[in-house]
């Protein structure tokens, strides 16, 4: 299993990125993804999550941080196995090392990360 992110960079304030997160060892499709942020100092937090289509019901269900939400948006590529999230109207507040998640049974998995800056 691996996670492995890209899209990173400097951007400034109000200006958008595209974060990538490629998979391998595992589909996508049939586990919850998130992405989790850990700015300098501060905790790592959740930041944006997708539900597995195991269920069928909720299925493809996003759901974000309070901080993030109507500006980030998280999606799945199935046929690419990755995991994407756009990011718009970027704040300084959002820069931080930005990490793809995945649990499965046998474990957590991260990736080893993205850096995000965004300038005032």
């Known amino acids: 299993v691996r996670l492995v992110e890209s899209g990173g960079g400097l951007v400034q304030s109000g200006g958008s990125l595209r974060l990538s997160c490629a998979a391998s060892?595992?589909?996508?499709?049939?586990?919850?993804m998130r992405w989790f942020r850990q700015a300098p100092g501060k905790e790592r937090e959740l930041v944006a999550s997708?539900?597995?289509?195991?269920?069928?019901?909720?299925?493809?269900?996003?759901n974000y941080a309070d901080s993030v939400k109507s500006r980030f948006t998280i999606s799945r590529d199935n046929v690419r196995n990755t995991v994407i999230l756009h990011m718009n109207s970027l704040k300084p507040a959002d820069t931080a090392v930005y990490y793809c998640?995945?649990?499965?049974?046998?474990?957590?998995?991260w990736g080893p990360g993205t850096q995000v800056t965004v300038s005032s």
């Open positions: 998640h995945a649990r499965l049974s046998a474990g957590d998995y």
């Open positions: 060892g595992f589909a996508v499709r049939w586990f919850d």
């Open positions: 997708i539900i597995s289509d195991t269920y069928i019901d909720s299925g493809g269900t996003t």
